[in-house]
């Protein structure tokens, strides 16, 4: 490692560890290692430095998302693998059902993508309004992933903002205030649903959505 690679390291050191840790850099999220990582230069370096334990630098979001991977599976690394990729597969209806009933309740064309915001008390509003989204909130809500037991809006919609934000979903810049903002997280959601879609013909987005339209009839 040269002289000044381990400058720059020195200087990244913090945005290794977030990437070690399993953390998804993006505009939102970290603005500051978002701009680093936006230089060929800067990920070069971190990359030669990853490389040496066994980890690579990966994009999500046509380069707008970066997170770390295995750099080659061997036994180990397959099996941690397979358990986040069962751990998301299992998260993936509600996860898939929430996004579709914002964008619903919302009026929205496309889909959630990182840097929007959520006012959660408008959308608690539009939800209290319509029983069919109020009907999908509970459903939501109760999934293993949330594991709400309330019957009131108000507490299941808090609990899934709350868990989102836990699972890096979604940010709360100010804790006075009740907006969210999409994270880049999931722009590598979508990518998975995408892949799932590919390799087994599941249309996940496509079965959540016409689940939706159906409680709306």
């Given at each position: 490692?040269?002289?000044?690679?381990?400058?720059?390291?020195?200087?990244?050191?913090?945005?290794?560890?977030?990437?070690?840790?399993?953390?998804?850099?993006?505009?939102?999220?970290?603005?500051?290692?978002?701009?680093?990582?936006?230089?060929?230069?800067?990920?070069?370096?971190?990359?030669?430095?990853?490389?040496?334990?066994?980890?690579?630098?990966?994009?999500?979001?046509?380069?707008?998302?970066?997170?770390?991977?295995?750099?080659q599976?061997?036994?180990?690394?397959?099996?941690?693998?397979?358990?986040?990729?069962?751990?998301?597969?299992?998260?993936?209806?509600?996860?898939?059902?929430?996004?579709?009933?914002?964008?619903?309740?919302?009026?929205?064309?496309?889909?959630?993508?990182?840097?929007?915001?959520?006012?959660?008390?408008?959308?608690q509003?539009?939800?209290?309004?319509?029983p069919?989204?109020?009907?999908?909130?509970?459903?939501?809500s109760?999934?293993?992933?949330?594991?709400s037991?309330?019957?009131?809006?108000?507490?299941?919609?808090?609990?899934?903002?709350?868990?989102?934000?836990?699972?890096?979903?979604?940010?709360?810049?100010?804790?006075?205030?009740?907006?969210?903002?999409?994270?880049?997280?999931?722009?590598?959601?979508?990518?998975?649903?995408?892949?799932?879609?590919?390799?087994?013909?599941?249309?996940?987005?496509?079965?959540?959505e016409?689940?939706?339209?159906?409680?709306?009839?």
């Amino acid at each position: 490692m040269t002289a000044m690679t381990e400058t720059v390291l020195v200087g990244q050191g913090a945005l290794i560890e977030a990437l070690l840790r399993g953390e998804f850099i993006c505009k939102t999220t970290n603005e500051d290692g978002w701009r680093a990582l936006k230089s060929a230069s800067t990920r070069e370096h971190i990359e030669q430095y990853l490389n040496q334990i066994n980890r690579t630098l990966a994009q999500a979001g046509e380069g707008e998302v970066f997170f770390c991977g295995y750099l080659q599976l061997g036994e180990r690394e397959r099996k941690v693998i397979s358990q986040q990729f069962r751990d998301i597969c299992n998260a993936l209806t509600p996860l898939v059902e929430w996004l579709v009933l914002v964008q619903e309740a919302n009026g929205q064309d496309a889909p959630l993508s990182e840097g929007a915001a959520i006012r959660l008390t408008e959308l608690q509003s539009r939800i209290e309004d319509t029983p069919a989204f109020k009907e999908q909130l509970a459903k939501i809500s109760h999934y293993r992933l949330f594991g709400s037991t309330s019957s009131q809006v108000d507490a299941q919609i808090k609990l899934v903002f709350k868990r989102l934000v836990e699972l890096g979903y979604l940010l709360r810049p100010n804790q006075e205030k009740q907006i969210y903002i999409a994270t880049g997280k999931l722009d590598y959601l979508y990518e998975v649903i995408r892949f799932i879609d590919e390799t087994e013909g599941l249309s996940l987005e496509l079965q959540a959505e016409t689940a939706t339209q159906r409680e709306l009839m």
